[in-house]
C-alpha cells in the first residue's frame, strides 16, 4: 500500500495538537511532525516526530521528501518583538515555501488568522506577520489553501484562559465599547475542517475564513464567560482602549515581560473578527459548535 505523507507543523501546539490524530487517520498515512521539544508520550499511530527547527529549514528539508502536502499550522503568537513574529511567522514561512517546492510537493495548507483582516494591524505585529506569510503563500506556484480561524475557544484554549482572567475578576474590565463582533470557532472543529479539507485534496487556491455559527460582541462573550465561571454578572467597568494601543505600540518590547497585554492583543476590542462569508462545507463537514458549548468546555477545564 502506498503511503500518503503529511508534513504537518505545530503539531505539539493547540491547534496541531488537535489536527494530529485527525490526519493520523490509519496506516495509509504517515505525518511527520517536525519539533524542537520532546516526542509527545501519546502520539498517535502513524505520526512520527523529528527534531527540527523551522528557523533553520537545513534541519527539516529531507523530511519534506516524498510528502504529498504541507500542513503549516506552527506560529509565533503571544508576547514578542515585532522582529521575531516576522522571522517566526514570515520568513520561516516563505522558507518552508521554498524547501517545499523543492522538495517537490506541490500542496500547501496555511493556518492564518482572522486578524489578517483588521483595517488597521499598525499596533499588531502578530497579524502583520501572518499578511506577509499569506502573500508568500499566494505568490508561490503551490497549489495552496489558506485558513483564517476566527477567536479559537474549546478545550484549552489560550485565548479562552485570556479572556478568562478578566471574566473571573472582581469587576468585569471591558476595553472600549465592548462592541467589537466576534464570530468564536471550537478548536475540535478547526481541526476536523481543516482535515476534511486535506483529506479531500482540496488545495484550489483559495482563502477560507473559518468561524463558528454564532456571532456576537467581544463584551457579551465575556459576560457569558463570567456567569459560567461565577453564577452571575457583577458590575462592568469600561477602560480606554485607543490611548493605550497608541502607547503600548511605541514602548511595549523593552517591557513585554511586565506587561499584562500588548497593543496587539488589545486589538480585537476595537476589531470586529468576523468571517466575510460562511465557509463551504467540506464532505459534510464545517464548523457547528456553538458558543454557550465552547464557554461551558473553558469552565470544564478550570478543574
Same mark, same amino acid.
Given at each position: ?14 491547534? #496541531? ?33 523529528? @527534531? ?10 529531507? @523530511? ?32 518552508? =515555501? ?38 508568500? +503563500? ?15 475557544? #474549546? ?26 463582533? =466576534?464570530?468564536? +470557532? ?66 511595549? $518590547? ?10 496587539? @492583543? ?10 466575510? $462569508? ?11 459548535? #456553538? ?8 469552565v470544564g477545564g478550570l478543574g
Amino acid at each position: 500500500m502506498a503511503v500518503q505523507r503529511i508534513f504537518l507543523t505545530g503539531a505539539t501546539g493547540f491547534v #496541531g495538537s488537535w489536527l494530529l490524530p485527525r490526519l493520523a487517520t490509519g496506516p495509509g498515512v504517515e505525518v511527520v511532525c517536525p519539533t524542537r521539544g520532546a516526542e509527545p508520550t501519546a502520539a498517535p499511530m502513524g505520526a512520527r516526530f523529528v @527534531q527540527a527547527d523551522l528557523e533553520r529549514p537545513d534541519t527539516y528539508a529531507a @523530511q519534506l521528501e516524498g510528502a504529498s502536502c504541507v500542513v503549516h499550522a506552527a506560529a509565533r503568537t503571544g508576547k514578542a518583538r515585532a522582529s521575531e513574529f516576522e522571522r517566526a511567522n514570515a520568513v520561516a514561512t516563505g522558507e518552508l =515555501v521554498e524547501r517545499a517546492k523543492a522538495a517537490g510537493v506541490a500542496r500547501f495548507l496555511f493556518v492564518s488568522t482572522i486578524a489578517v483582516r483588521y483595517p488597521d494591524k499598525r499596533a499588531y505585529a502578530y497579524a502583520r506577520s501572518k499578511e506577509t506569510a499569506e502573500e508568500i +503563500v499566494r505568490a508561490s506556484d503551490l497549489a495552496y489553501t489558506i485558513v483564517r480561524p476566527t477567536v479559537i475557544l #474549546g478545550g484549552r484554549s489560550p485565548l479562552a484562559d485570556s479572556l478568562g482572567k478578566l471574566a473571573r475578576a472582581p469587576v468585569l474590565p471591558v476595553f472600549g465599547d465592548g462592541r467589537a463582533r =466576534v464570530q468564536p +470557532v471550537h478548536v475540535r472543529d478547526v481541526a476536523e475542517y481543516v482535515a476534511a479539507l486535506v483529506h479531500a485534496g482540496r488545495f484550489v487556491r483559495e482563502t477560507i475564513d473559518l468561524g463558528g455559527p454564532d456571532v456576537l460582541t467581544l463584551e457579551d462573550l465575556l459576560r457569558r464567560m463570567r456567569v459560567a465561571a461565577r453564577g452571575s454578572e457583577g458590575p462592568v467597568l469600561h477602560l480606554p482602549v485607543r490611548l493605550p494601543i497608541a502607547v503600548l505600540s511605541k514602548v511595549e $518590547e523593552p517591557i513585554l515581560g511586565l506587561l499584562p497585554f500588548t497593543a496587539g @492583543q488589545l486589538s480585537a476590542f476595537v476589531n470586529d473578527g468576523l468571517c466575510a $462569508e460562511e465557509p463551504p462545507e467540506i464532505d459534510g463537514v464545517r464548523p457547528r459548535t #456553538g458558543v454557550d458549548e465552547m464557554v461551558a468546555d473553558w469552565v470544564g477545564g478550570l478543574g
